[in-house]
């Protein structure tokens, strides 16, 4: 996975961030960057669905960070876990920070299905995830750590040499435990696993699109709709027009982007209840607790 970014290309991230210029690689700046990051980039599997479902050729999209965010960009897309991280690895490498690949197992099976970023600073290690988008970096610290807030709750505690990651992910109600694994990893590790993901994963069966907003979180799982606030849970399901129609109204996605995707026969498969699907597309079933990706 290429993770070189033109300045050109990190100038104009950073501007529709909502950044003013680079920030300094500092906690601040960290804060600053990731937290930016988190309000703006869905976590996504538009683009994997269109790709696979359309049998087009050659690596699956976003492997390169400038084609990750030429499409955020231009369309509104992110992507799963090893474009996303990837995409950000190399954000705030172009910005000066110090920077690492990592893997994880989602599930903590020891299956290598998750990938993520560490950031090195003087005050510590700390923990930049595009999947969990937490808002605030996780720093890795001695001793567990509980943070609450009306929309998400994470634990992070120091265990057998590494750390171990719990975290609240709509729909799921239980807490997800993700173990951090190997570290560093390099680019064709990440390209190796989001290959792989193509036998396995959870993201290639049916829609799954979750973004941040000030005081709320979205997501849409298939043909569900949820909307996280301080004062609940919203549950909604969706015709396949309203679904279409949310993509680009709570995630961002552009119009023509969605149009390709369903095309693809991807919408129909997304209006699919659960209990239509085989063991192995369903939440909990085995390939999905052994995926390449998550």
Not at 188 to 213: M, V
Not at 214 to 241: D, F, I, N
Request: proline share 5%; aromatic share 8%.
């Amino acid at each position: 996975m290429n993770a070189d970014l033109s300045e050109d290309l990190r100038d104009r991230v950073l501007e529709k961030l909502g950044l003013s210029g680079v920030p300094y690689p500092d906690e601040q700046g960290l804060r600053q960057l990731y937290g930016a990051w988190c309000y703006q980039v869905p976590f996504d599997n538009l683009r994997k669905m269109t790709a696979m479902l359309s049998a087009a050729d050659g690596a699956l999209p976003g492997s390169d960070a400038a084609d990750f965010f030429e499409a955020w960009l231009n369309r509104g897309t992110g992507g799963t876990c090893w474009p996303s991280s990837n995409a950000l690895y190399s954000l705030f490498a172009s910005c000066g920070f110090h920077v690492r690949r990592v893997a994880a197992s989602i599930h903590d099976t020891g299956e290598r299905n998750h990938g993520s970023v560490k950031a090195s600073l003087k005050a510590g290690e700390w923990l930049l995830d595009s999947s969990i988008l937490t808002i605030d970096p996780l720093l890795l610290e001695a001793s567990p750590v509980e943070t609450r807030s009306a929309l998400m709750r994470r634990e992070i505690e120091p265990l057998d040499g590494t750390w171990l990651v719990r975290f609240e992910s709509l729909p799921l109600e239980e807490l997800v435990r993700c173990r951090l694994l190997d570290d560093p990893v390099d680019g064709a590790f990440y390209h190796a696993r989001y290959e792989h993901s193509r036998t396995a994963g959870p993201f290639n069966h049916r829609l799954y699109a979750r973004r941040n907003r000030p005081g709320e979180v979205r997501v849409l799982s298939g043909h569900m709709r949820y909307v996280k606030t301080a004062e609940g849970l919203l549950t909604q399901k969706l015709a396949a027009a309203e679904l279409k129609q949310a993509m680009t109204e709570d995630i961002g996605f552009a119009p023509p982007v969605v149009n390709e995707w369903a095309e693809t026969g991807a919408l129909a498969l997304s209006m699919r209840e659960v209990e239509e699907r085989s063991p192995a597309e369903r939440p909990g079933g085995r390939a999905a607790d052994t995926a390449a990706e998550v």
